[in-house]
């Protein structure tokens, strides 16, 4: 994956964000971070774009409802570190009695694997990982993630200047 960051004054007069809504549009985006930088007349909005940077390197995923098949979109290596997450999350659910999506989503998984999580950190920043699975389960899952990630490598990324 690759990185881009924006920079978009409060007081933009929309050139900042028509930039940054185009490149949005032309890349296949992974995740999105927003900040507010408060400064007074100066404030500004910092956004970190993830996104994949060659489309070859993972296929498009499905729009709207349509079922995700992760075996299609991880390489094997990854999916199988993805299947074994799969497994834990189904083991714990049963445990405490709770649908497997309450621990983590499918979607959220497949961020562990192509991030390489292996910190506590790296997994509050996927969206929708709050405090409360943070507490009850990271420990199970990161000690899952950190004895695979020697099995398929570090993350290849590319970096891209900012704007």
């Known amino acids: 994956m690759a990185l881009k960051v924006f920079s978009i004054p409060c007081h933009d007069d929309g050139s900042a964000a028509e930039t940054l809504n185009l490149f949005t549009a032309s890349v296949r985006v992974a995740t999105i971070e927003r900040r507010l930088i408060e400064d007074g007349q100066n404030s500004f909005w910092a956004i ?3 996104y994949f940077a060659s489309p070859q390197t993972r296929p498009a995923r499905p729009s709207g409802r349509e079922k995700v098949d992760y075996r299609e979109i991880l390489p094997d290596g990854e999916f199988a570190v993805y ?7 189904k083991q714990l659910a049963e445990r405490e009695g709770v649908p497997a999506y309450a621990l983590f989503t499918n979607e959220q ?3 562990m ?9 790296s997994l509050k920043a996927i969206p929708g990982v709050g405090e409360a699975r943070i507490e009850k389960y990271a420990g199970a899952f990161l000690d899952l993630l950190r004895g695979e990630i020697v099995a398929f490598g570090p993350v290849v990324s590319e970096s891209a200047d900012e704007t």
């Open 48 to 50: 970190c774009v993830d």
């Open 83 to 89: 299947a074994k997450l799969r497994a834990l999350r």
């Open 109 to 111: 998984m497949s961020a």
């Open 113 to 121: 694997v192509q991030g390489r999580v292996s910190t506590i950190e």
